[in-house]
């Protein structure tokens, strides 16, 4: 099981992704179409419309499966056709902890870095 290091990434768009759907799952399981589409309006411009950004959306949340951050189930719920929903595992909510610690540092840092940067 690969492992998210958290202290190895920054502003990448991928990171954003990730933490959103990590975030997301926080207290509920959501289906795919759900938590890629809320990637949309949470972050506008980060993942393309379209099939595209809906690969890569579909993507990552195999990846975070992968690493057994997330586990997924197929619910039949509902009408129309199964629906794979998404939960946190216990090593999800870990990173979920530590991508809060990180992105708070995170904030530090770039408050500072544009305290200093309008002095110049």
Same mark, same amino acid.
């Given at each position: 099981?690969? %492992?998210?290091?958290? %202290?190895? !990434?920054? +502003?990448?768009?991928? #990171? $954003? =992704? %990730?933490? $959103?759907?990590?975030? &997301?799952?926080?207290?509920?399981? +959501? ?8 990637? &949309?309006?949470? #972050?506008?411009?980060?993942? !393309? ?12 949340? %195999?990846? =975070? ?8 189930? $197929? ?12 939960? +946190? !595992?216990?090593?999800?909510?870990? =990173? ?16 500072? #870095? =544009?305290? +200093?940067?309008?002095?110049?």
């Amino acid at each position: 099981m690969k %492992r998210c290091n958290v %202290r190895s !990434t920054g +502003l990448s768009p991928t #990171f $954003w =992704l %990730r933490a $959103w759907i990590i975030i &997301s799952l926080s207290d509920r399981e +959501l289906h795919g179409y759900e938590l890629i589409s809320s990637l &949309s309006e949470a #972050f506008p411009g980060i993942i !393309t419309p379209g099939i595209g950004g809906m690969g890569r959306g579909y993507r990552i949340l %195999r990846e =975070l499966e992968e690493e057994g951050i997330i586990i997924g189930r $197929w619910s039949m719920e509902g009408t129309g056709p199964a629906k794979k929903v998404y939960r +946190l !595992t216990d090593e999800g909510e870990k =990173l979920r902890e530590e991508i809060i610690k990180h992105v708070e540092g995170m904030k530090d840092y770039i408050d500072k #870095f =544009l305290e +200093l940067a309008s002095k110049l």
